[in-house]
């Protein structure tokens, strides 16, 4: 057990629809990361949090948006969902923001788009 | 272009084989980390590397850090079935970043 804690476990809904994915960090830990994995794919990165400021982001699409909210867990919103946003969706947390820091992953959310 | 190239894409050996597999990039890191992450789950860190030909063991499993820390390598002796998962090479800077990693099956 990781300590990272993400919900729903998996997610199945239609096109066109909005769905919010969240993350509780491990205890003490100030940084969230939030990736996205396709099938037979490596992790793409798509955004980070640090202490509620976000700190860097990635190939994150505008119909995606994400927060950290002042009880350090985070949010990701994913709207007008089509086929192709099928995926695993991680968060990840670490104590630090970046340089050398270890990262710990939850279990993901397996989304399915129908 | 990817930061982190890692190779082979994937493989698939016997229990008992030895394997490495190999992460390359033309920056220099001031570390690299080896995650290994198995089917629904997410990745677990194994090894962080910091210092240029540094070598780590854990178990069966060696790391290596590149004399010029561009690359790294993981070893793997005598494969175990418990071995299989999808090994992943990353950077820890202003993000975390991670090549598209190695799938690695070890069959009975």
């Known amino acids: 057990d990781s300590g990272v804690t993400q919900t729903p476990k998996h997610l199945i809904t239609a096109t066109g629809q909005r769905v919010t994915l969240r993350c509780s960090p491990r205890?003490?830990?100030?940084?969230v990361y939030w990736y996205q994995q396709s099938l037979d794919q490596g992790l793409q990165f798509l955004i980070q949090?640090?202490?509620?400021?976000?700190?860097a982001k990635g190939n994150i699409l505008e119909r995606f948006s994400a927060q950290q909210f002042p009880d350090l867990h985070s949010e990701l919103n994913l709207s007008s969902l089509e086929l192709g946003d099928s995926a695993l969706y991680f968060c990840?947390?670490?104590?630090?923001?970046?340089?050398?820091?270890?990262?710990?992953f939850g279990q993901g959310t397996r989304l399915t788009v129908v | 272009t990817q930061l982190l190239e890692q190779s082979p894409q994937f493989l698939s050996i016997q229990e008992g084989e030895n394997l490495t597999v190999y992460c390359n990039s033309s920056s220099v890191f001031s570390s690299l980390q080896w995650y290994r992450q198995e089917p629904g789950e997410g990745p677990v860190l194994l090894v962080t590397v910091v210092t240029g030909g540094e070598v780590k063991k854990l178990k069966r499993l060696t790391f290596q850090f590149g004399d010029a820390r561009k690359d790294s390598s993981l070893h793997i002796t005598a494969a175990q079935p418990g071995d299989t998962g999808l090994y992943l090479c990353?950077?820890?800077?202003?993000?975390?970043?991670f090549g598209e990693g190695t799938q690695l099956t070890v069959n009975p």
């Open positions: 205890s003490g830990d100030l940084s």
């Open positions: 990840a947390s670490s104590f630090r923001g970046g340089g050398n820091t270890e990262a710990f």
């Open positions: 949090y640090y202490n509620g400021e976000e700190r």
């Open positions: 990353a950077f820890s800077g202003s993000r975390l970043t």
